[in-house]
């Protein structure tokens, strides 16, 4: 059984930082898309930063160089670190791995609130 579980999620002041991380188990590590989205109350779900199947990364433009995403294999543990964080990144934050179009899947989230 595949489980994706997400941690590191929390209150921040603008300006801060915070670790997100998330731990895969029933899967192999590689091969496939895997990232980072976010849904922020009354909007829809948004790409934040994502590994392709290559390696290569790709992040929204909202975040580059202030999110870095990372992972490491013998853990099966994906990050984002997310760096000067602003109010408007406040959402919950979602783990996800593409394997095909019918086969993908989601963590339960963890909730990010950028406020002083």
């Known amino acids: 059984q595949v489980q994706l579980v997400e941690s590191g999620g929390g209150l921040v002041q603008p300006g801060g930082s915070l670790r997100l991380s998330c731990a895969a188990s029933?899967?192999?590590?590689?091969?496939?898309?895997m990232g980072w989205f976010r849904q922020a109350p009354g909007k829809q779900r948004e790409l934040v930063a994502v590994?392709?199947?290559?390696?290569?990364?790709n992040y929204a433009d909202s975040v580059k160089g202030r999110f870095t995403i990372s992972r490491d294999s013998a853990k099966k543990t994906m990050y984002l670190q997310m760096g000067s964080l602003k109010p408007e990144d406040t959402a919950v934050y979602y783990c996800h791995f593409y394997i095909t179009s019918t086969r993908s899947y989601w963590g339960q989230g963890t909730q990010v609130t950028v406020s002083s």
């Open positions: 029933g899967i192999i590590f590689s091969g496939y898309n």
């Open positions: 590994f392709t199947s290559g390696g290569s990364t």
